[in-house]
Each structure stands twice: as C-alpha cells, then as structure tokens.
C-alpha cells in the first residue's frame, strides 16, 4: 500500500500531470492525489511554460521540472494529447469545412489522432459530411440524443486516451459533454444565442 505523502514537505518528490492551469497555479493529478502548486520562476525565464497535460516532477512542493512532450498545442496550450474530437453541427453553425480540414491536418501533423463528431443531426442530414471524411479514414461518430448509444459511442473513445474537444461555438460541445457526464453541469446555449451565431 502506498504511503500517502505530504506533497510540500521538504525533499518529497511527485510526478503527475497538469490538469487544470489558471492564474500560475497548477493542478497536478498524481498516484498521492490531486494538489495545486506553482511553478518555478525559471520555465517563465526560459519562455517555457506549463500546460495541461504535461507531466511534471514536484519537489518540495514547487513544479521543477517539465518531462518531454509528445506533443502540444498552443491555443488552447494543451499537451501530450492522443486525439482531438472535432465537433461539427450540421446546422448553425454550419460547418467550415475549410477550416476542419486545415485543423485535421494540424492535428495528423502533430500526431494527434483527428476525430470527427457531427451534432445537429437532427437538422440536417449529416450522410454527405460523413461519407467525405469517412472515405478519408478519419473516425466519424454521429450524435442524436434521441439515440442514447449515439452519445455512449463517443463517451467510449475516450477510454483511456487524453483527449480535447474543440469547435465552433455553438456545435454542441457543452451539451455532449454534459451527456457524456452529467456532473460536469456545463452551461449552454445561453452565450451563442445572445451574440446571434
Ligand atoms: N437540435 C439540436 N440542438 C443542439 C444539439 N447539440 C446542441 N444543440 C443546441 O445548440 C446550442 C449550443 O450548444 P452548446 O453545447 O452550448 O455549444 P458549445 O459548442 O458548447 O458553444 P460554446 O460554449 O459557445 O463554444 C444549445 O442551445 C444546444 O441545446 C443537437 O444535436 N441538436
Ligand atoms: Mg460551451
């Protein structure tokens, strides 16, 4: 059984990962637990700085040292990601394939597996956005809250992977995450309606 350490006594060491960055302070998940520290003056020095996602080593209760990055992003600044889920609606906003295309080649560039998912179904037929990006070999998953294994297939992609969802706002990012977990009580609608995209 592990021995639960006190993460800011003097010479404790801790690896984990950066889960939540605001304002200089961290969130690091680790074996010991999830605890917030600073960073040390150096990596803003060096022009480095910590993101979410990156596995870090804690000592003495500051982050001292950043472990390589398989890759990163730099807006949002998100590290060490296996996929990128694309949310695309089918109809306001309607999709941008130009831009799509530019992000999934950013993404297969950075060795981030791109992953589309297509919201709004119920608007718009999504069969011809599905077919192109299909035949590309880019997984394609369909959300219909009518149909909850829609929802349930999404949710099980991202066993075991570090993934990031990104899109237009108002695609339906929020809404799918509070399908695929109800606790995270995200807010939707409310801004996109207001500002009429
Ligand atoms: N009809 C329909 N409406 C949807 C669907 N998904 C989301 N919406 C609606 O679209 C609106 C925007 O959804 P959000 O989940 O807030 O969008 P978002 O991507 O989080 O937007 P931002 O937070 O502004 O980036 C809300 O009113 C949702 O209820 C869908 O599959 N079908
Ligand atoms: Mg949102």
Request: contains cysteine.
């Amino acid at each position: 059984m592990q021995t639960r350490i006190d993460p800011m006594q003097t010479g404790s060491v801790l690896t984990g990962t950066i889960i939540k960055a605001i304002g200089g302070l961290y969130t690091v998940e680790s074996p010991s637990g999830v605890f917030d520290f600073r960073a040390r003056g150096i990596f803003r020095n060096r022009g480095q700085s910590p993101m979410v996602g990156d596995r870090v080593q804690v000592k003495n209760g500051v982050i001292d040292q950043l472990l390589p990055r398989k890759n990163n992003l730099i807006r949002p600044p998100l590290a060490n990601l296996d996929q990128l889920l694309f949310v695309v609606s089918m109809y306001k906003p309607a999709p941008n394939l130009l831009l799509l295309d530019k992000f999934i080649a950013i993404a297969e560039y950075k060795q981030i597996t791109p992953i589309l998912v297509v919201t709004k179904a119920d608007l718009e037929d999504p069969a011809p956005l599905v077919e192109i990006y299909q035949k590309a070999g880019i997984p394609v998953y369909v959300v219909e809250y009518a149909i909850p294994r829609t929802v349930d297939a999404v949710a099980a992609c991202l066993s075991g992977k570090v993934s990031a969802f990104t899109g237009n706002s108002g695609a339906g990012k929020s809404t799918l995450l509070n399908a695929i977990d109800a606790s995270l009580q995200l807010e939707t609608g409310s801004i996109s309606e207001k500002l009429g995209r």
